[in-house]
């Protein structure tokens, strides 16, 4: 067995007795990425020095008998977005290619005080801006399961990463799905934690109302780990939940019974693969012969979840990327003739397509004479879209349905068709508008290629989501399934 392939308790356990150590557990992942990373392109800028020096002061802190975070000595890959003081974070854009922030995320404070150790930052679609890893500045990101497929978007890079067995958890963003679907994509564990559960503090903003930063690891044990690392309240953050953390490792019991599930009709209707229905129908009836309940339900604005979606996001997308102005930090054209060309020409060279088009349909969205009839409006359905779930978690301990409505795709295949790109998130957009948490767990092959099941819950009900699926996959041992590559 690959030390990849344990968990992060069981590497606690051989670390404490001395059977590892932190300096071999970063040597096997900077291995791994040199075998590797060429053919799958997971990370943007590598902390090879810095880790091992790190990977030497944790060694000797374990011989001396030192106390031992959550996430001692564990390799980890942080999304480009996420800011890292001193390590190029560039967010998948050459606006930032020269940007070293002066500050770390909340959330890798967090991590540095749990006692993981970053391995480097990981490749993504520009600006979080994408659903395949296509719209990286740099290079896309192949999908280890196979090398002529994309392995989602926008956290692409961190879900391939831990698929292919570089790094033992990653880090990403959720905004519309960023988590969940690459997840699906590369058969491994992603979740959007409860808005507002985990300070957005150093997240580079895309659209302020719907990020979020969560874990995608090999397993869901191992996300509860890391979500109960990064989690709490952080008062740098306006949108900080101020709510008591639980202990989510106590909730992976195992057991299901008495569960209420709700299942969306909207979600395993038109537009979804006939193997990947089949596959969750599957994964419900597992649920189902351990004691839980299940029955069909609906939440009817789902349609309008799309159009409500990239109005809001791209409205807020265009307020955010306003401070890119080649003024401050990141690209600067060469020999401007006014303020104006200087914006204009910084802007032009640094911004990817994606980046572009959706800056232009969000500021078209807020300009005089339209605001209310489309960002005002897609605020109004968004409410909708909320209390469609509310009125369900009144019945309901969670709801189901699958995470994607298609296993990946080819690289180069939609690239061309924004639209049919952008209906790829059907099943995890409503989700991001309601705010509420959902994790994405494999749950079998179609083709050759992983499957996700996306658990939702009620919001800041983490441990019933993990609950679930931890029970689920223990029955199962679909997670344990492995790309070719890895």
């Known amino acids: 067995m690959s030390v990849f392939d344990l968990k992060l308790a069981e590497i606690h356990n051989r670390l404490q007795n001395k059977q590892l150590s932190v300096s071999e557990l970063v040597e096997h992942s900077i291995q791994r990425i040199s075998d590797t990373d060429d053919k799958i392109g997971a990370f943007l800028t590598l902390n090879e020095a810095e880790a091992r ?44 290619d020269n940007h070293d922030p002066i500050y770390d995320a909340a959330v890798v404070t967090k991590l540095r005080a749990a006692q993981s150790i970053t391995i480097g930052k990981l490749n993504m679609d520009e600006f979080a801006m994408g659903g395949s890893n296509e719209n990286s500045a740099y290079h896309p990101v192949r999908n280890p399961w196979d090398l002529e497929r994309v392995p989602g978007g926008s956290s692409g890079g961190s879900a391939a990463a831990v698929a292919a067995g570089q790094v033992y958890f990653t880090l990403g963003s959720d905004t519309g799905g960023s988590i969940r679907q690459p997840a ?8 959007k934690p409860t808005y507002g559960l985990v300070s957005r503090f150093g997240l580079v903003a895309f659209a302020s109302s719907l990020d979020q930063i969560g874990p995608i690891t090999k397993n869901v044990e191992d996300s509860a780990y890391v979500l109960q690392a990064i989690a709490g309240h952080d008062e740098r953050d306006t949108t900080s939940a101020n709510v008591e953390i639980p202990d989510y490792l106590s909730a992976l019991t195992g057991d299901v019974k008495g569960l209420r599930i709700g299942v969306p009709k909207e979600y395993l209707g038109q537009g979804i693969d006939p193997q990947v229905k089949e596959r969750v129908l599957e994964a419900l009836k597992v649920l189902e012969s351990m004691g ?29 990327l306003a401070r890119f102005d080649g003024v401050r930090y990141g690209v600067r054209a060469e020999d401007p003739s006014n303020l104006m060309d200087l914006y204009r020409r910084s ?37 909708l879209i909320k209390q469609d779930f509310d009125q369900v978690f009144e019945k309901f301990d969670l709801i189901i349905g699958p995470t994607a409505p298609t296993t990946a795709f080819k690289l180069g295949e939609q690239v061309g068709d924004p639209l049919t790109m952008y209906l790829n998130d059907i099943c995890t957009i409503p989700v991001s508008l309601a705010g509420v948490p959902a994790i994405s767990v494999p749950c079998g092959l179609a083709d050759g290629m992983p499957v996700g099941l996306q658990i939702i819950g009620k919001p800041f009900d983490e441990r019933t989501v993990l609950r679930a699926a931890h029970a689920f996959e223990s029955q199962t041992g679909f997670h344990n399934l492995r790309p070719a590559l890895s």
Not at 315 to 320: F, G, K, L, M, R
Not at 367 to 373: C, F, H, K, R
């Open 184 to 191: 699906a994509y590369c058969g491994v564990v992603g979740l």
């Open 347 to 383: 802007r032009s060279e640094g911004f990817g397509a994606e980046v572009k088009r959706r800056i232009m349909l969000g500021t078209y969205a807020l300009s005089s004479g339209y605001y209310d009839a489309y960002y005002k409006k897609a605020q109004q359905v968004r409410t």
């Open 292 to 320: 839980a309940v299940w029955e069909e339900v609906s939440l009817p604005h789902t349609e309008y979840a799309i159009a409500t979606y990239y109005l809001l996001a791209s409205s807020e997308a265009s307020s955010n």
């Open 53 to 96: 020096k790190e990977a030497q002061a944790l060694d000797a802190q374990l011989a001396a008998g030192g106390e031992q975070g959550l996430l001692f000595g564990i390799p980890a890959g942080i999304k480009d977005n996420i800011v890292t003081e001193g390590l190029r974070t560039t967010c998948g854009s050459k606006f930032l």
